[in-house]
T-cell receptor
Framework: ETGVTQSPTHLIKTRGQQVTLRCSSQSGHNTVSWYQQALGQGPQFIFQYYREEENGRGNFPPRFSGLQFPNYSSELNVNALELDDSALYLC???????????FGQGTRLTVV | GESVGLHLPTLSVQEGDNSIINCAYSNSASDYFIWYKQESGKGPQFIIDIRSNMDKRQGQRVTVLLNKTVKHLSLQIAATQPGDSAVYFCAENSSGNTGKLIFGQGTTLQVKP
């Protein structure tokens, strides 16, 4: 059984650019959630996908968007990057939305 | 507003001692709680969870206690080891029909040899 994997591990982008982050959920898990973690802070919920549909969204602007594929892997897209978007982006998968969530190692995004 | 708060940003304990990390939550409707451990440069690692119909749950060397009356959660680690050094987060599920977790700021546990 493989765990949650994210790619890339590190990324540097310029302000105004667009970025796509990827996540492969743990085998058998149909729910994927994305979180943003600023340095020294706890993770903040961005949104969740359950069986390819968005199932809840946090307080993030529309330039943060996502997608879940039939194999339950997921993408997080961020348009018009801002300096404050620099953070660790975490993906978590769970068997179903109300059970324990397991996190990947994260993608460290730096916007310059 | 929503919040999950952690008491004490840093906890320093001697190796072999027991550690207690505390957490206060604000939403009395929350029905699911998880403790995570996060080491530097890594994603949060699931430790133990508890649902609101329980007040205590035990795992390997860890115990979570839930006091719904005062909206308080604690994580007890027995015989703390150097490998337990990390940041610990409590997380709360309060949204009812989604798996949105609300995290606190975290408590850093330092284990002295």
């Amino acid at each position: 059984e493989t765990g949650v994997t994210q790619s890339p591990t590190h990324l540097i982008k310029t302000r105004g650019q667009q970025v796509t982050l990827r996540c492969s959920s743990q085998s058998g898990h149909n729910t994927v959630s994305w979180y943003q973690q600023a340095l020294g802070q706890g993770p903040q919920f961005i949104f969740q996908y359950y069986r390819e549909e968005e199932n809840g969204r946090g307080n993030f602007p529309p330039r943060f968007s996502g997608l879940q594929f039939p194999n339950y892997s997921s993408e997080l897209n961020v348009n018009a990057l801002e300096l404050d978007d620099s953070a660790l982006y975490l993906c978590a998968s769970s068997l179903i939305w109300y059970t324990e969530a397991f996190f990947g190692q994260g993608t460290r995004l730096t916007v310059v | 507003g929503e919040s999950v708060g952690l008491h004490l940003p840093t906890l320093s304990v001697q190796e072999g001692d027991n550690s207690i990390i505390n957490c206060a939550y604000s939403n009395s409707a929350s029905d699911y709680f998880i403790w995570y451990k996060q080491e530097s440069g890594k994603g949060p690692q699931f430790i133990i969870d508890i649902r609101s119909n329980m007040d205590k749950r035990q795992g390997q060397r860890v115990t979570v206690l839930l006091n719904k009356t005062v909206k308080h959660l604690s994580l007890q680690i027995a015989a703390t080891q150097p490998g337990d050094s990390a940041v610990y987060f409590c997380a709360e599920n309060s949204s009812g029909n989604t798996g949105k977790l609300i995290f606190g700021q975290g408590t850093t546990l330092q284990v002295k040899p």
